[in-house]
């Protein structure tokens, strides 16, 4: 498929130039032949001057487009040969703004809740799942830290806010621990499932669960908010495909 479209680009770009081309040939031997003298002369070598500029800059634009297609196949190719470390076979995915449907802040874990119980009960749906940001797409960041009073150099993480059932939806494969539950909701400790690459970059060793990751808090809260690793997931591709695979930590949407 690519090799075709990148064959349709380079038709779609030279045919016009080619006819052109021709027709200013064509041009300029009748022009040659009728030995046309004084004023009639002088407006027919500015016309076909017009057109071999006309036919440069169609060869021109037709070097651009075939350079930027065949890049656009060959970053097509170089994404389609990517793990991206989860599940995207017999996935669908939406976008639900609850602002705009006006859900109250306080609301939005019922309205979440109630639509994934809904969408379950479908006969051809499988299960579901919520996250704050798509995979594959950007995501907020935080310096996270092993060191509650934060002396030591802070590791810039991806934060993926996600719904109980995330890892399972998704098949994020889990190295060690447990994944998000229902239970870790408003009012439990908070906890989070780090990716490989955050449990090294933290703590120099994959074996994190049961450790303390501590991030900025916001106000009213004191300066950080220690958060219980509960799980090690395997490094996946959060942000892009064509990225390396960064740190990551997977907070709960409830909490």
Request: charged letters at 15%.
């Amino acid at each position: 498929a690519a090799a075709i479209a990148l064959a349709a680009a380079v038709a779609a770009s030279l045919v016009p130039a080619v006819r052109l081309l021709a027709g200013s040939a064509e041009e300029t031997l009748r022009g040659s032949s009728a030995a046309i003298a004084g004023p009639r002369r002088s407006a027919l070598a500015r016309h076909l001057g017009l057109q071999d500029g006309l036919v440069a800059l169609q060869l021109a634009l037709s070097v651009v487009l075939i350079f930027v297609a065949s890049l656009v196949v060959r970053t097509l190719g170089a994404a389609g040969a990517v793990d991206p470390g989860f599940r995207t076979e017999g996935t669908l995915a939406g976008y639900v703004s609850t602002s705009s449907m006006g859900v109250a802040v306080d609301d939005r874990h019922a309205f979440f809740g109630s639509l994934v119980d809904r969408l379950e009960g479908l006969d051809w749906v499988e299960a579901v799942t919520v996250s704050e940001n798509a995979p594959l797409s950007p995501h907020p960041a935080l310096p996270l830290t092993a060191d509650a009073s934060r002396e030591a150099p802070p590791v810039q993480a991806s934060i993926a806010r996600v719904w109980p059932g995330f890892f399972e939806v998704t098949e994020l494969e889990l190295r060690a621990g447990r994944t998000l539950e229902r239970a870790d909701s408003a009012g439990a400790p908070d906890v989070m499932v780090v990716n490989e690459a955050l449990a090294r970059a933290l703590f120099g060793t994959a074996d994190a669960v049961g450790a303390t990751v501590f991030a900025p808090a916001e106000p009213p809260q004191p300066a950080v908010r220690p958060y219980r690793v509960v799980g090690v997931a395997r490094d996946a591709h959060l942000t892009s495909m064509l990225d390396p695979v960064e740190p990551v930590a997977y907070a709960s949407l409830l909490q």
